[in-house]
């Protein structure tokens, strides 16, 4: 490429702007694009869209390259751990055209495809050699020529009495222009990966950095606060969510020490100690649809509440609800979640490890859910079980659970049981796992939803089935091969897994 553009006298160094400073006398100046449009023509330098399809030999990768490049931060950031945020100024030449400014309003309407959309960029600015007059700022990878605009926007420009040439103008571009993504892809390693992505709750950003970008913690957390309004505190999670009360171990990479956070999901209000109890807001949509399927006057029983975003909801659809959480942290929150959402008289609030809260509250209501007056009974029974990683070992306490005799298969409770795979057919394994536990297979009167991705190769997935009278109630005997319940039947996978 350096040869072919030697060949018409342009050296590389005048395709890619060099830094210079703003001053009046250079801040319009007109370009000389005319003079080099048969050059650039006859040459493999994509400069004008229409004229790269003329050629083969410059690869697309080139050109993207050089668009990012034009708004990429210097490069001499690269390498830094502490945040020097005047160490991101740049300079770069934009394609403008000046227009009276009383015009301004009118004219914009019709160059939105022309004008420059970048975030942070004020499209119009004054006109640094008439009072009266203003800049446009352009695409400058659309707009190079008079011949750049499309005959639409020509006629628009003919009929408000706009000179259509083109002139440049040299912007200086700071630390505020910058995207988040840009500013960490222009400071850790070449070719790693960049976070740019967390989970907000409330004021704090969280993320989960890998290994490599460790060095840079300090400098991406200041970063995510600054790019992200509202954000004013950013933590790294430090260990899997491994112990008895579901939390985890976090440092504060930037900002404010403060986890006391209030958040918003599906119309409710949550309140909680970050650092204490177990929240994760890509689980919004899944407690939705949990919510959906209740009607009115069911009863749920949320084995593993946390502060409440499946069993508040639950409460405000008049459900009755029982809810247990074995953190006293969640416990506190929980019951402060029913008050703040006005529900606290319709929800039950336990402190119980999930085991003897099957055994004790549940075991107890069911008795009396599913007793001789269960058949006059029209609504439903629910049992949430949301603690992926150790749930299904949880099932078990429903084998011989209730004395007496069976109730009818369609009053039997529903449980809707939560758990990871990293198994290449995820929705067989967690089937095939959870019908181990309970002594049954449960292919065929199962249903299994995927809920997210967690992480390469991991799947988060909700198995849901009733459990069979031969199962829940004592002296029963149970089909270990097979076993089917007529409103379950061959229940469709959600998703292709």
């Known amino acids: ?74 490069s001499d950031v690269r390498g830094m751990t502490e945040l020097d945020r005047t160490a991101f100024k740049k300079t770069v030449t934009i394609p403008v055209l000046k227009v009276r ?19 942070g960029i004020k499209r119009v600015i004054e006109d640094p050699e008439d009072e009266e007059g203003r800049l446009i700022m352009l695409d400058p990878y659309k707009m190079f020529t008079v011949d750049s605009f499309e005959k639409e926007e020509l006629s628009i420009l ?22 988040s993504e840009e500013i960490l892809r222009a400071v850790l390693p070449e070719g790693q990966d960049v976070t740019s992505g967390f989970s907000r ?29 509202g954000i004013t505190s950013a933590v790294n999670k430090i260990n899997n969510i491994d112990n008895t009360y579901r939390n985890f171990q976090m440092e504060v990479l930037s900002g404010e020490e403060n986890m006391m956070t209030k958040v918003r999901e599906n119309n409710y209000t ?30 749920l029983f949320d084995v593993f509440a946390g502060v409440g975003p499946f069993a508040i909801p639950a409460a405000k659809k008049n ?15 929980l019951l402060h979640n029913c008050k703040l959402n006005k529900v606290d008289q319709k929800v039950k609030v336990f402190n119980l490890d999930g085991k003897d809260f099957l055994q004790g509250p549940v075991r107890e209501e069911l008795m009396q859910q599913l007793g001789p007056l269960s058949k006059e009974r029209k609504h439903s029974v629910h049992i949430v079980m949301n603690l992926p990683a150790k749930a299904i070992e949880f099932i078990s306490a429903f084998k011989a659970l209730l004395d007496g005799q069976p109730c009818g298969s369609e009053l039997l409770p529903t449980v809707h049981c939560y758990s990871f795979s990293k198994d290449a057919n995820p929705a067989k394994d967690v089937q095939q796992r959870a019908g181990t536990v309970l002594g049954i297979s449960l ?54 897994l």
Request: aromatic share 8%; charged share 25%.
């Open 101 to 119: 400014k009383e015009i301004v309003n009118k004219l914009m309407r019709s160059l939105k495809r022309a004008a420059l959309q970048r975030p």
């Open 201 to 229: 709750v409330g004021h704090i950003a969280h993320l989960n950095l890998r290994d490599h970008q460790l060095p840079y913690k300090h400098l991406i957390g200041q970063v995510m606060i600054d790019k992200n309004p």
């Open 319 to 333: 459900c009755t609800v029982f809810a247990n959480d074995l953190n006293p942290e969640s416990h506190k929150w």
């Open 1 to 74: 490429m350096r040869s072919l553009l030697k060949q018409f006298g342009f050296s590389r160094r005048f395709l890619k702007v060099e830094s210079c400073r703003i001053t009046e006398s250079a801040s319009l100046i007109l370009l000389p694009w005319a003079s080099l449009i048969q050059k650039f023509s006859r040459a493999p330098v994509i400069f004008l869209l229409d004229q790269r399809k003329r050629f083969s030999t410059m690869p697309e990768i080139e050109t993207n390259h050089r668009v990012s490049e034009l708004f990429s931060p210097p």
């Open 443 to 496: 292919e065929a009167c199962s249903s299994v939803h995927l809920v997210r991705n967690v992480a390469p190769n991991k799947e988060m997935l909700c198995i849901t089935f009733r459990i069979p009278a031969a199962i829940l109630y004592k002296n029963q005997t149970v089909n270990r091969d097979n076993h089917e319940d007529p409103p379950l039947k061959r229940q469709r996978i959600d998703k292709d």
């Open 270 to 299: 949550y309140e909680f100690d970050f650092s204490k109890v177990y929240w994760n807001p890509r689980l919004s949509t899944e407690h939705s649809r949990i919510t959906e399927l209740l009607k009115p006057g069911d009863v």
């Open 158 to 179: 003919k009929q408000l009495n706009v000179n259509p040439q083109i002139s440049k103008y040299n912007l200086e571009l700071t630390y505020e222009n910058f995207k």
